[in-house]
């Protein structure tokens, strides 16, 4: 597995342990979902108001979000498959821990499995379709052992 990093914001330090787990969190997710663990995806890690140019200019949505998944839409280079791009914003993971009662770290891990199930494919637009996301988010969350 092959994570790029990027790091464009000042709310979390983005230690070594966070991407120990961020890793942990993409490998259960593909354990999970019986895929090989011989993928490229690129992390970055944004503020507030980066989130929110982007997910206007790619989603037609004024507003800050959590998370935004970019798909690669199953394209192939040599041995690696990319997965595509995961944003995460840094200040909605602390707000969101704060206000779930759980840590940052959680929060994160959270926010990655949630958008590598949307790199693969999954979504929550319709109930059927949300539900199906949410049991594949218990499952990952089950396996990685970390509960609310």
Do not use: C, W
Request: hydrophobic share 35%; aromatic share 6%.
């Amino acid at each position: 597995m092959e994570i790029y990093y990027d790091d464009r914001q000042d709310d979390i330090k983005i230690t070594d342990e966070i991407k120990n787990l961020i890793e942990k969190s993409i490998a259960t997710v593909l354990k999970v979902e019986n895929l090989d663990e011989n993928v490229e995806v690129s992390v970055s890690f944004v503020g507030d108001e980066e989130i929110r140019d982007l997910n206007r200019d790619y989603r037609g949505v004024d507003k800050s979000t959590d998370v935004l998944s970019f798909p690669m839409d199953d394209e192939f280079i040599i041995v690696s498959r990319i997965l595509g791009d995961v944003i995460i914003n840094t200040r909605r993971v602390m707000e969101q821990a704060k206000e779930l009662g759980h840590s940052n770290e959680r929060e994160l891990s959270y926010l990655t499995v949630h958008s590598i199930l949307h790199l693969l494919g999954y979504d929550h637009m319709e109930d059927e379709d949300k539900k199906e996301m949410r049991e594949r988010e218990k499952l990952a969350m089950k396996e990685l052992s970390i509960y609310r």
